[in-house]
């Protein structure tokens, strides 16, 4: 992985922007950063390339099909690593796992599931969290409306 640098306030202005709309041309991101169309795009591809941008996504909206989203908090029985390792490496890998994140408090997991249904959802919980004995117990909140949803980062 190459060497970690220091954000300019150049590169932080093109991060704000490209979190919010990565297909902008380095012609209409000169509009807002005062720098030429060619060192933006000398400027893109380093933050590709060091790993500070790691990929340009398209995020859909539910035009596409109904979906159902839910918030599972989740308690281990073990701790183990090896155990533990493999539960995270089974959530990571399920499509339906939109967030995986670590967290303190009574839980020792929290993810947010997108599925198509309550009955995809069943199936996603009965064959991932409830079949596996070190999950020790989850609890689920569903999501009645999205009001806001953004992957971006705060510069």
Do not use: W
């Amino acid at each position: 992985m190459p060497e970690k640098r220091e954000l300019d306030g150049h590169d932080r202005a093109l991060l704000r922007l490209l979190q919010v709309d990565a297909a902008r041309t380095a012609d209409d991101l000169a509009q807002e950063v005062p720098l030429s169309p060619s060192a933006i795009t000398r400027r893109v591809r380093r933050l590709h390339e060091d790993g500070t941008i790691v990929a340009d996504v398209a995020i859909v909206s539910d035009r596409v099909a109904p979906f159902l989203s839910a918030l599972v908090d989740v308690q281990l029985d073990r701790h183990a690593l090896a155990e533990v390792d493999a539960v995270l490496r089974r959530l990571c890998a399920a499509p339906e796992v939109q967030a995986l994140m670590e967290v303190t408090g009574p839980s020792d997991l929290a993810l947010l599931v997108v599925v198509a249904d309550m009955h995809a959802f069943n199936a996603f919980a009965d064959a991932m969290l409830g079949s596996d004995p070190v999950v020790r117990r989850y609890e689920t909140r569903f999501v009645k409306k999205r009001r806001k949803f953004t992957t971006a980062l705060p510069l």
